[in-house]
T-cell receptor, first 112, second 116 residues
Framework: SQQGEEDPQALSIQEGENATMNCSYK?????LQWYRQNSGRGLVHLIL?????REKHSGRLRVTLDTSKKSSSLLITASRAADTASYFC????????????FGKGTTLSVSS | GAVVSQHPSRVICKSGTSVKIECRSL??????MFWYRQFPKQSLMLMAT?????????EQGVEKDKFLINHASLTLSTLTVTSAHPEDSSFYIC????????????FGSGTQLSVL
């Protein structure tokens, strides 16, 4: 099963520009996480935001969460070519120990 | 941070053969592990939840006799794709939580299965 949608599906920007990706989900959550995946590789955890948080920062990353709209956004500032990857949001249910359910992902291409 | 080791990273096999994929938690005990499948340019789809010492719980549409899961210890879960066919070709990735209610899921590096 999949939790929701991410938009855009694909995003192409120039180095130095900011990239914003959005994620929507359907059920109540305990937390929402963002992951990055380089082509054909495993997942790298980027940031976790809890359901009682509205915004979180980590380096060039800024994540927001709006539980009333069941949506989240990931902002990457001052993008670099090395940021080229697919980005997924993932949510877990409000019960401990459940699996993460992933959104469809956004493919980001940053050109130099 | 916690490490999950997955092997093999890539396997090519003939149609009809069975393939076993191992997932190990290296520095923590994982009572629960999760198996995902990812087709090209798509997202990760949860296949099953593997519970140590008990039967796995499969998601709707996933054949339990096709994808055998064994979680015999707190650090090892295996996924066996039985009688593999070309349509089983996919990227398989396991994950585990550090503890029953650990917030983060730690992922293996994935296994690219190609069935000829």
């Amino acid at each position: 099963s999949q939790q929701g949608e991410e938009d855009p599906q694909a995003l192409s920007i120039q180095e130095g520009e900011n990239a914003t990706m959005n994620c929507s989900y359907k059920t109540s959550i305990n937390n929402l996480q963002w992951y990055r995946q380089n082509s054909g590789r495993g997942l790298v955890h980027l940031i976790l935001i809890r359901s009682n948080e509205r915004e979180k920062h980590s380096g060039r990353l800024r994540v927001t969460l709006d539980t009333s709209k069941k949506s989240s956004s990931l902002l990457i500032t001052a993008s670099r070519a090395a940021d080229t990857a697919s980005y997924f949001c993932a949510t877990d249910g409000d019960q401990a120990g459940t699996a993460l359910i992933f959104g469809k992902g956004t493919t980001l291409s940053v050109s130099s | 941070g916690a490490v999950v080791s997955q092997h093999p990273s890539r396997v090519i096999c003939k149609s009809g053969t069975s393939v076993k994929i191992e997932c190990r938690s290296l520095d923590f005990q994982a009572t629960t592990m999760f198996w995902y499948r990812q087709f090209p340019k798509q997202s990760l789809m949860l296949m099953a939840t593997s519970n140590e010492g008990s039967k796995a719980t499969y998601e709707q549409g996933v054949e339990k006799d096709k994808f055998l899961i064994n979680h015999a210890s707190l650090t090892l879960s295996t996924l066996t794709v039985t009688s593999a066919h070309p349509e089983d070709s996919s990227f398989y990735i396991c994950s585990a939580r550090d503890g029953v209610s650990g917030e983060k899921l730690f992922f293996g590096s994935g296994t690219q299965l190609s069935v000829l």
